[in-house]
């Protein structure tokens, strides 16, 4: 019988496909005694399954597909060096020997020994590496219990066109997943604002987050229907329904060539006023798409990627040449470089292994915060950034600004490294605009300050949203209330854009709610002129942009932020909606 299931849609299209359920993290573990004469032979064991363990990620290095970003294979690297390592391979041995115990035991012993020296590091970048000693030590101990490597970590042609369904998936997963062509994700956590999510609009793959206990309503290789506009799966569906889906399917795919057309028209609404419109990229390789769909620059590059999947932080030269790669691919358009930000829904793999030591990661140590604790961090992405302004016109972004403190201790920094540069020689951009990241209310609120120091701002409604309605962009249970539309959200947005106007420099929007476009005309009449969205996104923003009068969306914008009955509001969104030429 058909049976239709409800999560959020973090990214739209219809994939209708076979089931793939990736299960992990369920591992059993007892401790079972051995006699004199066993221990020895669980010593091999434990020798034969780091050594299987190592074979299996080498084959999926070597079978990497050509186009994955370097930092997953940087990603795996790691890990085999990890396998290298006395602390994963000698250390359990000894550890078997000491107590006589299965070799699952004692990696797990030597688990719980390494995270805890995790847990009290100060420096919080490498607190969030323990995640990569669990993904190692499981890999060692599905090699024991002889458990096959999670198909989607190895090359698989059979994944093309399933849809995978997962607990969690991390970003990384996500890529790979991506390269086996896999039609559609459904995760039984997550929020659409998170990272994973934001990453499968940006590669386009249709998904579906937060849908609780998906694994257990589908099983594998049964056809499913993923509707990542409504946020539905349905199940053993008829085939009056599948023909209906593949309907839906075909148009969505001539709607998206169709807008095709306007790649190269420019944004301006009917009434003359121009827009620009530029893309939002996590990956180096996503800059195919920045050009496929004729963005006018970056306006948010994500650089949080070349830190996660690494073995260190990276250091200026691999910052320097990743930059130096996109201010060429760039061709004369702009690069905003967004300065690491780590933490909270940022870890180096998403999902439960994040940071479980701050009661409230996403008001913890994360983004600026963190840099200026970790000049390690920090200090070379800066020099980077500052030299490769010398090739082209590159901007330097701060996030998660709360305090104008950390504004001037960035800028101080910029000054110290720019001196330097001056007396060795090295050439920089003297004038490289370096701006900031408004989504903290207080932040919002005092935009003016903010704007007095910096040479542009940036809205991120994913964490403005977060932090104002006080709900965690991750956490599935109160998605519900993450709402753009809020008039506290849009006040805070309309004051923004008042401080960058009266203060004489420019105010993009770079969070989600820029390339949502039941929001776009609503956002030209706040007077926002200059949009970052995800490239699967921004053809369509063109369209409405192109479609709508700037005259009437101010005016019904202006009533918008004093209408408090919901009915109401979303009467007059409807009608700007529909009505907004
Ligand atoms: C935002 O918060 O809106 C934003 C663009 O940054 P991120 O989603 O990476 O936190
Ligand atoms: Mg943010």
């Known amino acids: 019988m058909t049976f239709t ?83 994963f391979n000698e250390e359990p041995a000894r550890l078997i020997r000491q107590h006589q115990c299965n070799a699952e035991w004692a990696v797990k012993l030597q688990r719980d020994k390494l995270v805890a020296v995790f847990d009290e590091m100060d420096d919080a970048y490498l607190r969030t590496r323990r995640d990569d000693v669990d993904h190692v030590i499981d890999r060692i101990i599905r090699n024991l219990q002889r458990h096959k490597p999670l198909r989607h970590e190895v090359p698989d042609r059979k994944l093309q066109g399933m849809i995978v369904v997962a607990r969690d ?42 849908l609780h206990h998906a694994r257990r309503y589908v099983t594998e290789d049964e056809t499913i229907i993923l509707d990542g506009e409504d946020g539905v799966v349905i199940g053993s569906a008829n085939e009056r329904i599948l023909n209906e889906y593949r309907q839906r399917q075909a148009e969505r795919t001539r709607y998206v060539a169709g807008l095709q057309v306007l790649r190269e028209a420019p944004a301006v609404t009917l009434d003359g006023v121009a827009i620009t419109l530029q893309a939002n990229v996590e990956l180096a390789s996503d800059f195919e798409n920045v050009r496929a769909v004729g963005a006018s620059g970056v306006g948010l590059y994500r650089t ?74 920090f200090w070379p992405q800066l020099r980077a950034i500052i030299r490769v302004s010398a090739f082209g016109p590159v901007r330097m972004m701060i ?24 007396s060795r020689g090295v050439e920089f951009d003297p004038h490289m605009a370096i701006g900031g990241m408004i989504e903290v209310p ?13 040479d542009f701002l940036s809205i991120g409604t994913n964490d403005l949203i977060q932090y104002t309605l006080a709900i965690d962009r991750v956490n599935d249970e109160v ?37 949502d476009r039941a929001y776009t005309r609503l956002l030209v009449g706040l007077g926002l002129t200059e949009f970052s969205v995800h490239p699967a996104a921004l053809l369509e923003i063109k369209h409405i942009v192109n479609n ?33 030429t």
Request: aromatic share 4%.
């Open 5 to 87: 299931l409800h999560g959020v849609a973090v990214s739209r299209g219809i994939a209708i496909g076979r089931v793939h359920v990736v299960e992990r993290n369920q591992l059993q573990i007892d401790e079972i005694r051995l006699a004199a004469h066993e221990v020895e032979s669980e010593v091999e064991r434990l020798g034969n399954a780091v050594s299987r363990a190592r074979h299996h990620l080498r084959e999926i290095r070597d079978n990497i597909p050509s186009g994955t970003p370097n930092e997953i294979a940087a990603f795996i690297d790691t890990h085999l060096l990890m396998l290298d390592d006395a602390s």
């Open 169 to 210: 998936l991390s970003p990384a997963d996500l890529v790979l997943l991506q390269h086996h062509g896999v039609a559609g994700i459904i995760t039984e956590y997550g929020g659409p604002t998170s990272h994973m999510s934001i990453l499968a609009r940006s590669l386009g793959i249709p998904g579906i987050v937060g």
């Open 442 to 454: 207080a932040a919002a609120i005092s935009a003016d300050l903010f704007a007095a120091e910096l």
């Open 399 to 422: 996030p998660m600004l709360s305090n104008i403190d950390e504004v001037r201790q960035v800028l101080d920094i910029v000054r110290t490294i720019r001196n330097e540069f001056s």
């Open 548 to 580: 709508t009068s700037a005259e009437n969306a101010r005016a019904i914008a202006r009533q918008l932020l004093d209408v408090g009955d919901g009915a109401r509001r979303r009467a007059l969104l409807e009608e700007l909606n529909t009505h907004g």
């Open 304 to 377: 949080e990627f070349l830190f996660m999947n690494h073995a260190d932080v990276p250091d200026e030269d691999e910052h320097f040449n990743t930059y130096l790669q996109m201010v060429t691919a760039l061709d004369g358009a702009p690069l905003t470089i967004r300065t690491a930000d780590l933490g909270a829904d940022k870890p180096l793999r998403q999902g439960e292994e994040a940071d479980q030591q701050a009661a409230n990661p996403a008001l913890g140590l994360r983004a600026v915060r963190l840099c200026l604790r970790e000049p390690s961090l």
């Open 479 to 515: 998605n519900y209330l993450y709402d753009p539309f809020h008039p506290g959200v849009l006040r805070l947005i309309a004051t923004i854009l008042d401080a960058g106007s009266r203060a004489g420099i420019p105010v993009a929007m770079c969070g989600e709610m820029a390339g």
